[in-house]
């Protein structure tokens, strides 16, 4: 919910609060993201919606907008202790890309975070890291900050077609 409310009103509703709120988005037919099982047993959360729909991207200039076309975004991306490092990651990625797609999106954008420590630790990769984005077929296209690049990937899985709409920001389009 940090990046769908103010500042002020998620620190209002820090805990309880906000879950009642996400509760709510869900009750009321709001899909704030999907889950990732392994058998029954769900083991990753990949948080994504219209870009729009997050007041935090309004208010980042590190974040803001590449171009003008409408994007997915995804805001969070967790995979539970026990399971990490089995490419779940990258799998959860690409479901969020198929089911964006379904929705009507051309485009999923995320914001991963470049670790510049040897172990940084885990509660600070809440947004997912460049390789999983990477092995998932997003590429970056433009990149503000050392940790925080952009990273985009097509909805229609198409790798020509990838390379002709996402690319790095200001590079001219192929000939």
């Known amino acids: 919910m940090a990046w769908r409310l103010s500042p002020t009103d998620w620190k209002a509703g820090k805990g309880v ?54 994007v997915w975004s995804i805001s969070c991306l967790y995979v539970s202790k026990e399971h990490r490092r089995r490419g779940i990651s990258r799998q959860i990625l690409r479901a969020a890309v198929a089911y964006a797609g379904k929705r009507g999106a051309a485009i999923v954008e995320g914001y991963p975070t470049v670790p510049f420590a040897a172990k940084t630790p885990d509660p600070f990769l809440w947004t997912g890291t460049v390789s999983a984005f990477r092995k998932a077929g997003f590429v970056e296209v433009a990149r503000r900050s050392k940790s925080r690049p952009i990273m985009r990937c097509p909805c229609d899985g198409e790798r020509e077609t990838r390379r002709s709409r996402v690319r790095r920001a200001g590079a001219p389009a192929p000939s």
């Open 17 to 70: 609060g906000n879950r009642r709120l996400l509760r709510r988005l869900v009750h009321r037919g709001g899909v704030p993201g999907i889950l990732g099982y392994l058998g029954r047993e769900p083991v990753a959360w990949c948080a994504m919606a219209p870009r729009r729909v997050y007041s935090f991207l309004h208010r980042s200039r590190v974040l803001r907008p590449v171009d003008d076309h409408e």
